[in-house]
T-cell receptor, first 117, second 110 residues
Framework: GAVVSQHPSWVICKSGTSVKIECRSL??????MFWYRQFPKQSLMLMAT?????????EQGVEKDKFLINHASLTLSTLTVTSAHPEDSSFYIC?????????????FGAGTRLSVL | KQEVTQIPAALSVPEGENLVLNCSFT??????LQWFRQDPGKGLTSLLL?????REQTSGRLNASLDKSSGRSTLYIAASQPGDSATYLC?????????FGGGTRLMVKP
């Protein structure tokens, strides 16, 4: 099956710094990738849809200047949490859709745990 | 807007018991429905995917059903084991995005 790699798996940073999370599709080209956030004991909430070569589409309530998304190639999307604060501490998960597949399936990365001190 | 509800939110059963997890949704215009497993602090593992035209899918001890007319899906786990302890999430795919339910936290006691 299709594989999505997410890096890093865990990051601790100081308040005010920026953190970049990478999401790669390893064996397929993903024109569309998705970024989700999950708070403890809660479900996944879609933050934004990332389209290769164009601007990301953000869900209501998600600050686009806070969460910068870049999808410069068909296999890589990055999420940068700018000027991170403790309330940004969360589990971030990406997924990618294989356009060749007929089942409209999203393949998920393993997630990144962000802890802001 | 699609709303997905999972009941119960938490479930504790003794080992060996058969159990059913429920997922209900408000909009039946979907491409597929997927059940995931999530272990604490980990990502998602896809368990079963049911296409809109299908009514059920089976994999080992797992069976998932889909009834679009009533807006319901169930995940049946047979002969539960302690290793089945995890959070189970259902997600509806309407084409552009997945909408997740709140999950059911399952604990199987030995």
């Amino acid at each position: 099956g299709a594989v999505v790699s997410q890096h890093p798996s865990w990051v601790i940073c100081k308040s005010g710094t920026s953190v970049k999370i990478e999401c790669r599709s390893l064996d397929f080209q993903a024109t569309t990738m998705f970024w989700y956030r999950q708070f403890p004991k809660q479900s996944l909430m879609l933050m934004a849809t990332s389209n290769e070569g164009s601007k990301a589409t953000y869900e209501q309530g998600v600050e686009k200047d806070k969460f910068l998304i870049n999808h410069a190639s068909l296999t890589l999307s990055t999420l940068t949490v700018t000027s991170a604060h403790p309330e940004d501490s969360s589990f971030y998960i990406c997924s990618a859709r294989d356009p060749q597949g007929s089942k409209n399936i999203q393949y998920f990365g393993a997630g990144t745990r962000l802890s802001v001190l | 807007k699609q709303e997905v509800t999972q009941i119960p939110a938490a479930l504790s059963v003794p080992e060996g018991e058969n159990l059913v997890l429920n997922c209900s949704f408000t909009d039946s215009a979907i491409y597929n429905l997927q059940w995931f497993r999530q272990d604490p602090g980990k990502g998602l593992t896809s368990l079963l995917l049911i296409q809109s035209s299908q009514r059920e899918q089976t994999s080992g001890r797992l069976n998932a059903s889909l009834d679009k007319s009533s807006g319901r899906s169930t995940l049946y786990i047979a002969a539960s084991q302690p290793g089945d302890s995890a959070t189970y999430l259902c997600a509806l795919n309407a084409g552009n995005m997945l909408t997740f339910g709140g999950g059911t936290r399952l604990m199987v006691k030995p």
